[in-house]
């Protein structure tokens, strides 16, 4: 075999050789050798996974070169103008709507970095099912918005590719492919449970061939031209798909493919040929055409293939609703072409066959920029659009799979051409709607809306899986999508059979998922379905409603209007009849899903507002209108029986659907459309009938009489009032919203947005989701449109984002303007709007406060009334409610109820009935001249039948009603008791005037008024039924409501009485005015006259009394005389005597209440003060100091204990030696003071490959860099003495100033142990919050037992010469004092040492060369001390020169913590023979040093750090320490600090300049004051280093860089002054803690001698620094020169050391900056582009959440199990060795900080904010968002004083996983 020797043979000799044949003219030999060669190599019954194949072909076809060379040739001829680049889920693209012409486009980042998007509107966004690039694509995208790459054409100037360079490839490629399919046929196997495993397997073998696929398609157009040809070419196909004749195993994969193929439901032609001659269009149970389409050969044919697979179809037959199918000649066409004709085809089948693996999606979408191919691969989609919806449902990774089925599906459907094309070609609408049919025949079951057992509707069930999950979505997406292009929504509304198909696919959800309320027992399972049918109800009717009523908005499209409208009519009228609907809804039943109704309201409001239709033209009769009404009068009704809590025992989730309901994404399609029908419903039917209708639904009619008394027969009596309440407003919405009824859309916008404010302050983002949008949702483009933006600066103010004092951080807000209270403000538009009935109170609260403010009113204001705009001419018929009798009953009667002070009535039924007069008296009938006239003369004898004479309510106001007839229990007090004739008229006098008449009553029977709303709408119904149908007797059937059932303690019997009102409207209003303002004669005769009408816009109900009589009088003369007339009748001038009885107890009862008052007042100013001075005597822990005492003199002065008040037992009393207290102490581990620079500017993040931070210049690293160099060369013990560690890891202990006994702390820790409340900290860690003032903390730090700060004896200076203080202090180290005694205070001493020493780690202690000596222990100790001093120091700004002024001091313990300190450090004695300080203050004879050779030496003096020979000095003396003896102690360590100062300083000079200073310094040396002359000290250390192992012999190149400008004397007077502050400041604070001394103020240039004169050092009074000489503080013990020669050989002395590493020693910094976290830049783009895709330094993966340490700028890994150490992750880890425990990280992707605390960590907020001053955690809406300088200086100063334990309140334990 030729095959076998190729296969032998080098593959790229034989590559190249092949090539060479095949570009023969007589290459038959060369393709032969090629076949064969492939036949081995391609052979698909060897395992997938041998890569021999793979190399074979990528050697093949680069012909012999390297793959790599072949791929950049290629590509080189790459002339594709798209880019194409597609993306799977969680990418980050970009979306800019300036640009978009389709809502879908989308960006790479690349393409959108190199386009202009300056000032659109943009946002980036984490793709959820993935994408593809438009960049280059005009169907999509402007080309304005396209990149620099796509914007040049650039396929004009690319060469045309030579023929031999894809030879190859035109060879090999088709082989690769079917080999590929192949393995797809043989890896099948139909899915189970257990083979599900088997798949993926097979797709895992696949990945490498699959990939290179992926490769190929990356070498751009060249390549993707021959790919195209292969995959779309049917003869290659057919020669190869099958295989040969001789091939047994091809064979036997076809056939494995065939039955795929069968097994699928997709049937082959030649089946086919015999299906199709059955009839089509027989309308087979269960919707022959959607499972037709589906593939199950027609019911008549032979071959039923399909049994096992339509099993589940077949089991519900019985209840499914008949679909027909529109027209039989499609079916065969869409089943015929699924016949596979190229290897794109049947490479589609298997991606669906095996669920859309990824791989494949991608390799499929690669290929979308060749034109040819996106056309064709658009037809195959379409094609196999059923087979994907199949598979989809029956799929258990429905979720997955859904996401990639859309990731491909939007690039298809998106550009309207192409839909366009489908839709003509391919039938696509078709298709989608038979499909959605069919996927929700699956789970279809009876309505039980209405008549239960005969109903023949059938509606989704919303617990099947399918709507569950929202299987469908996919479908509905596609869908949508296709509808919002022009072209393909005029086909769908051109085609009359595929809308009746898609209302009876809307009517599946007609009244699905119904609620029945539960009357006994609550439910025990509360169902969550509901969920389910608000999505779909949205999602599937809803958004394509929108949809096409995008497309119907100008005249043109009149006729779309009309047959959706008419399809929609006739759809309702078979709803009516299958549910059996005839007048009446059921009880305690409520559905909230009409999508019929709504789709019928939405077309006609289009129709009118924006197509000019006439209403009445679309319109049905009087008797549909009365039935369409009933539902969503129902839902209306519904919401106020459950707000009313009569559906509780249904459980929360009804609740729920109230909400969701009004929600604002559901509202434009839910409640709106619901109103607006009502409305036109309400305007076209019969008034009376409308508002009997309303009050029956509400189940208040029993209410409405005038009788005291009533019974309800449903509804309990406390219900009684909300569902009142709720008709009442009901009412005022409907007849005062006009959202539909004539708005312009801006006008709507401006409502909406001025609602929302009104409820409370929105953030931006939050407005924008709160807002409706009214178009199609799928357009976006709507709400960041600009009118949107002008909108909100018309209404709002923008308040930026502030702090709070407690820490908590504000988003900027937006408040509506004042303007916008007083005049836009709409109570009915919040009800209507508010999700919350809370809402509607915080709108009313901030109206009233608004009021306050601007003085227009103090009391509790109504929600003030709104002029309405004009209703649109259609929509006149709306008025007609407001001026019918039926509503004028109720108003008279309510009114007449709440002045006799009936139960149930409230201040808010008033304030409806008012609305309602007001808007009559707003909206009169156009006939009300004639009316006027007509009703003039009112002459009482008319109105016998009816208690009104018209239907004018101007007219019907002063109409005076004088006997009403009602119908009251026997028990009611109207009722006559056998009272004697005689006495009749006096007897009984209910009320004020309302007299029962016994003698003649028979006269005034005639003219008692009945009302009875229940009986006028059944007799208006039977009117309309009458007229309109003939089989009227059908109609007639018992009725529910009014036949009532009888409960068994049967109430009293009901009587007919008659009352006498004599009152009319007006009267009443008037009274009630009187009423509500308590005065007798509230309105005088001639307050008409003076009314100013300006002022009645804002006020309680006595405004809006008055606001509506003038408006009444000003409308009619009639009126106005029946209001003087009324006020003259009211108020008759009284004689005084009569009043004063109640008078009296008016007054009395005025006085009683201000005493009251006056009590109540003086109570909360005596709690007050207790307050303030508990607060006081809490917060103020230190110690008054002794100065009061001082003038007394030494000898008087009492010790007087100090006292400590215990937070927990409340006793006072000092702490002893066996019951101690102690401060309540938080321990804190920081390296806060580590990250310190010498530069005070923060370093910058990195934001490129170049930049980079170097942590060599911080503190800790040069104190660390120090120690190590020091143990190198010098002794241990003595090296851990001259340094300070616990810059990173020092212990801060800082306190909320609190005390408590540290028993009463053992029992308070033992309660929070046993509580089993979980709290934010963890007890067993000794963790606990202050019981006062809840601050966290961990430790109790016990207060030493005795005096003040200092006894005044230890202060007193007793001017001893210095050398007797050297003396006495040397011989106080001698004697270390007595030993502590065992005590409980000792004990509880050491156990703070414990806590201290386990805040911190091991590491940061142990700094010895041999652990664990106390040496090292030592030397932590003294840290302690030093870290907190430096911190203070810190927080106080870095120096003291703003003195006492600082809340710190208030609250320090470091007097405390010292004594607890010196108490351990007595353990250790310092060895006299080494102890500094005879060093310090003696000249020693130096010793020989031929002894000590071996040893190392000990530290030279100016290598030591004095600040730390301070406080081991302070520490280990015995306590308290005498001031003057600590003052010595500074005084002699100065002296060491300004040698070290002179000797650094000496050390920068250049050798010229050190011998010039050196020789003038000599000359002064003489002189009286030598000893205080810095020159002469500084010749003197000039000299002494110079000699005998020079200091200076540096390489003097490098330091000669260093010197820039000459040395003056003032210059050197600074760098001496800078050199010595921190020694001075330190010691400085020391005393003021020990020793209570206050700390003066005082400017920064005098800041030297200001602590100078503090310490003693100079006497006088501070002046600025450059007065002062820093040698003049110098007191010497012993002759200085001698002392600073003895310093200097120490130095030079040194044998082993070279003489940088002593320079390096003797240079040493003091001073560094304040610690500063990283700056940031100002755009977070900028970190987010870089870091987002940065590899981890460690695991060099991309991680999944990445975070950046903004302390140091470490690059991390958040949750990556990547970089895990010892089952920590990396944040947590980073946080050890950054912050000592303490870590600040940026997300990366969620632009928020998380601060990490120990064992803790919280959510700190983000320091990004975008432009409306918003944080957009987790980049959800994706605007550029930019820093906020406020936001980043808290947290670096929260971070700098240790305050995220008490400022942050959320905190959880993050259990090592961050």
Request: hydrophobic share 35%.
């Amino acid at each position: 075999m030729m095959a076998a020797s190729l296969l032998r043979r080098d593959k790229k000799a034989t590559a190249a050789h092949l090539k060479t044949d095949l570009n023969r003219t007589d290459n038959g030999s060369g393709v032969r050798q090629l076949q064969e060669l492939l036949d081995a190599v391609l052979n698909p019954e060897k395992p997938a996974a041998d890569t021999e194949a793979l190399d074979w072909c990528k050697c093949l076809i680069a012909g012999g070169e390297g793959f790599e060379e072949f791929c950049k040739t290629v590509r080189s001829y790459d002339n594709a103008t798209l880019c194409g680049l597609v993306w799977t889920a969680n990418f980050v693209a970009y979306r800019c709507r300036t640009c978009g012409i389709s809502p879908c486009m989308s960006l790479c980042a690349e393409c959108f970095n190199n386009g202009d998007h300056t000032g659109h509107d943009f946002n980036m966004f984490r793709s959820q099912a993935g994408g593809a690039c438009d960049c280059g694509d005009g169907n999509v995208m402007r080309e304005t918005g396209f990149c620099r790459r796509h914007r040049l054409r650039t396929g004009e100037n690319i060469p045309s590719i030579p023929r031999d360079l894809l030879l190859m490839s035109e060879m090999v490629l088709p082989r690769f492919i079917l080999c590929i399919i192949q393995y797809l046929r043989d890896g099948y196997t139909e899915p189970d449970t257990s083979t599900e495993r088997d798949l993926q397997k097979v797709l895992q073998q696949l990945e490498p061939q699959i990939s290179f696929l992926e490769e190929l398609t990356k070498m751009g157009g060249a390549m993707r031209t021959v790919l195209t040809k292969i995959l779309t070419n049917q003869q290659t196909f057919k020669e190869l798909s099958m295989g040969q004749e001789e091939n047994v195993y091809a064979k036997k994969n076809y056939d494995k493919y065939l039955s795929a193929l069968k097994n699928s439901g997709l049937v082959t032609v030649e089946e086919k040929a015999q299906g199709a001659t059955a009839d089509l269009t027989v309308g087979a149970e269960g919707g022959a055409g959607a499972i037709v389409l589906l593939g199950t050969t027609a019911p008549g044919s032979p071959d039923e293939s399909n049994k096992e697979e339509d099993q589940d179809a077949g089991l519900s037959v019985g209840q499914r609703k008949r679909v027909k199918l529109s027209s039989s000649t499609k079916d065969p066409f869409i089943i015929e072409s699924l016949k596979h004709k190229c290897f794109l085809e049947e490479l589609l089948f298997w991606t669906i066959k095996y669920e859309f693996p990824q791989k494949m999606v991608t390799f499929l979408l690669n290929m979308l920029p060749d034109q040819d191919y996106k056309i064709t691969f658009t037809k195959t989609f379409v094609q196999h659009y059923a087979f994907i919806m199949k598979t989809l449902m029956k799929s258990h990774e429905s979720d997955t799979m859904s996401n990639r089925i859309v990731h491909i599906s939007v690039q298809l459907f998106s550009n309207e051409e192409l839909a366009r094309h489908v839709t003509d070609e391919c039938h696509l609408l078709d298709i989608m709607v038979t499909v959605l049919l069919y996927m929700m025949e699956s789970c279809l079951i009876k309505s039980e809306l209405q008549d239960e057992e005969n109903s023949r509707h059938v509606v989704v069930n919303c617990s099947e899986a399918l709507l569950k999950n929202n299987t469908y979505w996919p479908l509905v997406s596609d869908f949508i999508n296709i509808l919002s292009h022009q072209s393909v929504a005029k086909k769908f509304l051109e085609d009359h059979s595929l809308l009746m198909l898609w209302m009876s696919f809307v009517s599946f959800f007609q009244g699905m998922n119904l609620n029945k309320r539960e009357l006994s027992e609550h439910v025990e399972f509360e169902s969550q379905t509901y969920y389910a049918a608000f999505a779909a109800e949205l999602e599937a009717c809803a958004q394509p409603m929108w949809g096409l009523l995008t497309h119907c908005k100008v005249k043109e499209t009149q006729e779309y209007t009309k047959t959706v409208v008419r399809y929609c009519l006739e759809t309702l009228q078979i709803w009516f009849d299958t549910i059996g609907f005839i007048d009446e809804p059921a009880p305690n039943q409520v559905t909230f899903h009409l999508p019929l109704h709504r789709y019928y309201a939405m077309f006609l409001s289009k129709a009118v507002k924006c197509q000019g239709l006439d209403l009445d033209s679309l319109l049905p009769d009087q008797e549909m209108l009365m039935k369409i009404m009933v539902h969503p009068l129902q839902i209306q009704a519904s919401l106020s029986e459950i707000h009313s809590n009569m559906w509780v025992r249904n459980g929360l989730q009804i609740k729920g659907q109230a909400m969701t309901y009004v929600q604002s994404h559901f509202c434009n399609s839910m409640i709106d459309p619901d109103i607006y029908l009502l409305q036109v419903c309400a305007s076209r039917l019969d008034p009376d009938y409308f508002i009997s209708s309303v009050f029956e639904r509400f189940k208040v009619v029993d209410l409405l009489t005038m009788a005291s008394q009533h019974q309800n027969a449903v509804l309990d009596s406390e219900q009684e009032r909300p569902m009142l309440e709720g008709a009442l407003t009901f009412l005022v919405i409907l007849t005062s919203l006009r959202i539909h009824l004539g708005m312009t859309d801006d006008e709507i916008l401006r409502a909406e947005m001025v609602s929302q404010l009104c409820m409370n302050d929105r953030t931006h983002s939050a407005l924008l989701d709160l807002i409706p949008e009214n178009p199609n949702p799928k357009s976006g483009i709507v709400p960041g449109s600009c009118s949107f933006e002008e909108m909100l600066s018309a209404v709002a103010d923008f308040k930026a984002p502030v702090f709070e004092p407690g820490g908590s951080m504000q988003q900027g807000m937006y408040t509506p303007k004042a303007e916008v209270w007083e005049k836009e403000f709409d109570p009915i538009m919040v009800v209507l709007r508010t999700v919350y009935r809370r809402d509607v109170q915080s709108a009313m609260d901030r109206y009233s406060a608004f009021l306050k403010q601007a003085g227009m009113h103090t009391g509790n204001p109504w929600p003030p009334y709104k002029e309405r705009t004009h209703l649109h001419p259609c929509y006149k018929g709306l008025t007609k409610l407001l001026h019918c009798k039926t509503l004028h009953i109720v108003i008279f009667t309510l009114l007449y109820k709440i002045w006799m002070d009936h139960q149930n009535m409230s201040e808010h039924v008033l304030c409806m009935v008012m609305y309602l007069i007001e808007l009559g008296l707003d909206n009169q009938l156009q006939d009300n001249k004639e009316d006027e006239v007509r009703n003039e003369p009112c002459i009482e004898e008319h109105c016998h039948d009816s208690w009104f004479p018209g239907t004018n309510l101007l007219s019907n106001l002063h109409h005076v009603i004088n006997f009403v007839r009602v119908r009251v229990p026997e028990t009611a007090p109207e009722v006559k008791r056998e009272a004697p004739p005689s006495t009749s008229t006096e007897a009984s006098s209910y009320g004020q005037n309302s007299r029962r008449l016994t003698g003649n009553w028979r006269e005034n029977l005639r003219e008692a008024q009945v009302f009875s709303l229940v009986a006028e709408r059944r007799r208006k119904f039977q009117e309309i039924i009458n007229r309109s149908s003939t089989e009227a007797a059908q109609v007639v059937r018992p009725k529910s409501s009014s036949t009532r059932w009888v409960p068994p303690g049967t109430p009293p019997q009901l009587v007919t009485e008659i009352l006498e009102i004599r009152e009319s409207m007006l009267s009443l209003l008037i009274k009630l005015h009187q009423k509500l303002s308590g005065k007798q004669n509230s309105l005088s005769a001639s307050w008409l006259d003076d009314m100013d009408t300006s002022r009645h816009a804002h006020g309680d109900g006595i405004t809006a009394i008055e606001r509506i009589l003038t408006k009444a009088a000003a409308r009619s003369c009639q009126i106005k005389r029946s209001i003087l007339d009324i006020c003259g009748k009211v108020s008759p001038p009284v004689p005084p005597k009569k009043n004063s009885p109640s008078d009296k107890k008016a007054m009395d009862k005025e006085e009683r209440r201000q005493r009251a008052r006056e009590r109540q007042q003086k109570l909360l100013a005596e709690f007050a003060s207790r307050q303030k001075s508990f607060m006081e005597t809490a917060m103020d822990v230190e110690p008054p100091d002794g100065d009061a005492a001082m003038d007394l003199g030494a000898s008087e002065v009492m010790e007087s204990e100090v006292l400590y008040d215990c937070v927990i037992c409340g006793q006072s009393g000092p702490s002893t030696e066996d019951r101690p207290t102690g401060l309540v102490v938080l321990l804190q581990a920081s390296s806060v003071l580590g990250h310190r620079c010498k530069s005070s500017e923060a370093k910058k993040l990195p934001t490129t490959d170049d930049e980079h931070i170097y942590a060599a210049d911080t503190c800790g690293v040069a104190h660390d860099v120090r120690l190590t160099l020091m143990q190198r060369f010098f002794k241990d013990s003595s090296c851990l003495q001259s340094v300070s560690i616990g810059w990173d890891g020092g212990v801060y202990v800082q306190t909320c100033g609190h005390t408590l006994h540290i028993d009463c702390h053992k029992s308070y820790m033992e309660s929070l142990r046993n509580d089993q409340v979980l709290q934010g900290f963890s007890v067993d860690k000794g963790e606990f919050t202050c019981p006062l003032c809840r601050q966290f903390a961990n430790s109790v730090l016990p207060c030493r037992p005795g005096r003040g700060t200092e006894a005044i004896t230890w202060h007193t200076p007793t001017n001893k010469k210095t050398c007797v203080l050297v003396k006495e202090v040397e011989d106080l180290q001698e004697n270390m004092g007595r030993f502590p005694t065992e005590s409980n205070l000792s004990k509880e001493m050491e156990l703070v040492i414990k806590d201290i020493k386990n805040t911190t780690q091991k590491k940061y202690m142990d700094y010895g060369k041999n652990p664990g000596s106390p040496d090292n222990d030592f030397l932590f100790m003294y840290s302690v001390a030093r870290t907190n001093l430096e911190l203070e120091l810190v927080h106080r700004g870095g120096n003291l020169c703003s003195g006492g002024a600082i809340s710190a001091a208030k609250r320090s313990c470091l007097n405390q913590l010292f004594h607890v300190l010196a108490m351990h450090m007595r353990l250790y004695s310092i060895d006299s023979a080494y102890n500094p300080w005879t060093k310090l203050t003696q000249v020693t004879q130096s010793k020989e040093a031929d002894g000590f050779e071996e040893e190392s030496p000990e530290v030279p003096m100016l290598f030591r750090d004095v600040p730390s020979l301070l406080i081991i000095f302070v520490l280990t003396m015995p306590q308290p320490l005498r001031k003057e003896h600590f003052s010595c102690v500074v005084k002699m360590l100065y002296n060491l600090q300004f040698a070290q100062a002179l000797a650094a300083l000496s050390s920068k000079f250049s050798p010229e300049e050190r011998q010039a200073w050196g020789t003038s310094g000599a000359l002064k040396k003489n002189a009286a004051n030598a000893e205080k002359s810095s020159e002469a000290v500084l010749s003197h250390v000039i000299s002494e280093l110079s000699k005998d192992k020079s200091v200076y012999d540096v390489n003097t190149e490098e330091t000669s860089m260093l010197i820039s400008s000459v040395w003056s004397p003032q210059s050197i007077e600074f760098s001496l002054q800078q050199f010595c502050l921190p020694y001075l400041r330190l010691s400085c604070l020391l005393q003021h803690h020990l020793y209570g001394d206050p700390l003066t103020g005082c400017p920064e240039d005098e800041e030297f001698s200001s602590l100078a004169v503090c310490l003693g050092l100079l006497p006088s009074a501070p002046q600025p620094s450059s007065m002062v000489h820093s040698a003049s503080c110098l007191t010497w013990a012993v002759n200085a020169f001698d002392l600073v020669t003895q310093w200097c050989t120490e130095v030079t002395g040194l044998r082993k050391m070279q003489t940088e590493q002593s320079v390096t020693l003797l240079v040493q910094e003091p001073l560094w900056a304040s610690p500063r976290l990283l700056q940031l830049p100002d755009n977070y783009n900028i970190i987010f582009q870089y870091y987002h895709r940065k590899a981890c330094t460690a695991c060099k993966k991309v991680p999944k959440d990445p975070a950046l340490c903004l302390v140091c700028g470490a690059f991390v890994c958040l949750k990556g199990v990547c970089c895990k150490q010892q089952g920590i992750c990396e944040c947590v880890l980073h946080s050890q060795h950054c912050g000592a425990a303490t870590g600040i990280f940026l997300l990366i992707n969620a632009s928020v900080i998380i601060i990490i605390r120990g064992h803790r960590f919280c959510l700190w907020g983000s320091v990004y904010l975008d432009a409306h001053g918003e944080e957009d955690r987790d980049l959800r809406r994706g605007k550029p968002l930019f820093l906020c300088e406020e936001r980043y200086r808290v947290l670096e100063q929260q971070w700098v004083s240790h305050t995220f334990d008490h400022i942050n309140k959320r905190w959880g334990p993050h259990y090592n996983g961050l």
